[in-house]
Every structure is written in structure tokens, then in C-alpha cells.
């Protein structure tokens, strides 16, 4: 066996895990992630969304979204509970993909470089906006609430009967260059933009 054959083995088999710990996470509740040490408490909402979307970021092609300095960028635009958890679960795509850098931005002209946008609420960019720069900048738009999908942001992380779903835009993520897993796909909603942006 040969060195890189070892190597592909090896990124193969964390693809797998990925795919097994994603499976196991999609339509997880805050009160199935209670700790063994405390087991009344329950982790929130935004805990539980921003493991999930480390997990979808395992299954995108990051190296389409890393910018000029080879960094993963990701940027959160307005106010989003996602923010102060995200820098806790990136831990595993960290040491997968390497440098991670997670940055809280008020305009979108505030971006530097590709990469991962979090769309947070009270924005103030208007969803075309939101779309037109995603397929500028190849960047993957994400957001912590499911409506937004069908306004043009890719990736949404709701919460139906208290388990946290994903919705996927797969049509403004072939629109803006991103890859993502089929397997990912399978696990989604997939819908489409309810308005054609120009």
C-alpha cells in the first residue's frame, strides 16, 4: 500500500464518520444533547444548530470557499444566537480543513473574501442582495431560520416540533459554484427561490 493510497483511505473513513455523526445530528433536539454530568440540562437551540452546521460544512467543498490567505472565512451578518456558539463547535472542522476564522460583520461590504456567510436577523440587506453577492463572491449563505431559503439564502437550519431541520436552496447553490455532498442533499428539504434575482 502506498502512502497516498493510505492517505485517501483515511480522509475517506472521516467523510464516513461525518456522514454518520450528520445523520445522527439532523432532527436532533436541544434536549437530546443533554450532558451525561447534567442530565436536566439541555443545550439550546443555537448550540444545537451551530454543531449542525459544522457538520454541513464537512460535507461542502471548502476549498472552493477559502479565501486569498487559504483561511475558511465566516461571516455573520446581523444578530444571530449562532455566533457565540459556532466558535465552540468548529473544533472538528478545524482539525479536518485546517484554519477557521469566524467574523461578526455589519455590512456585506464588510466581507473580504469568499467563504461562509451566516445571515443573521435585523440585517438590513435585502434578499436579492443577499443572493447577488452569494453568486459574486461563490460564497455559501446560511441562516438560522428555514424561511429564508425560499428567499435565496442556501443553507437554513429550522426547528419543527423541536428538532432542527435542514432546507436547502440547492438551485442558488449550483447558481453561486458551491458543492455540496448529495448525501447532504438527501437529508434536506430542498426548495427553491420564490423570486428571480437578477
Given at each position: 500500500m502506498t502512502l497516498f493510497h493510505g492517505l485517501g483511505c483515511r480522509v475517506r473513513w472521516r467523510r464516513i464518520v461525518a456522514a454518520l455523526a450528520l445523520l445522527g445530528l439532523v432532527g436532533l433536539s436541544p434536549a437530546s444533547l443533554a450532558s451525561d454530568h447534567h442530565p436536566r440540562a439541555r443545550a439550546s437551540e443555537a448550540q444545537v444548530k451551530s454543531v449542525v452546521l459544522t457538520k454541513v460544512l464537512l460535507f461542502t467543498d471548502l476549498e472552493l470557499l477559502r479565501g486569498r490567505d487559504r483561511v475558511l472565512d465566516i461571516y455573520i451578518l446581523g444578530e444571530s444566537a449562532l455566533g457565540e456558539h459556532l466558535e465552540l463547535a468548529l473544533g472538528e472542522l478545524r482539525s479536518a480543513h485546517g484554519e477557521v476564522r469566524v467574523e461578526?460583520?455589519?455590512?456585506?461590504?464588510?466581507?473580504?473574501?469568499?467563504?461562509?456567510?451566516?445571515?443573521?436577523?435585523?440585517?438590513?440587506?435585502?434578499?436579492?442582495?443577499?443572493?447577488?453577492?452569494?453568486?459574486?463572491?461563490?460564497?455559501?449563505?446560511?441562516?438560522?431560520?428555514?424561511?429564508?431559503?425560499?428567499?435565496?439564502?442556501?443553507?437554513?437550519?429550522?426547528?419543527?416540533?423541536?428538532?432542527?431541520?435542514?432546507?436547502?436552496?440547492?438551485?442558488?447553490v449550483k447558481r453561486a459554484g458551491v458543492h455540496l455532498n448529495s448525501r447532504l442533499l438527501r437529508l434536506a428539504r430542498l426548495v427553491e427561490t420564490s423570486q428571480e434575482c437578477r
Open positions: 461578526a460583520i455589519d455590512d456585506l461590504d464588510d466581507m473580504e473574501d469568499a467563504g461562509v456567510l451566516v445571515v443573521g436577523s435585523e440585517h438590513g440587506a435585502a434578499p436579492c442582495e443577499l443572493v447577488r453577492r452569494g453568486r459574486e463572491l461563490g460564497l455559501l449563505t446560511v441562516s438560522d431560520r428555514s424561511a429564508t431559503t425560499s428567499e435565496g439564502v442556501m443553507v437554513g437550519l429550522g426547528l419543527e416540533d423541536k428538532r432542527v431541520t435542514l432546507w436547502i436552496n440547492n438551485g442558488e
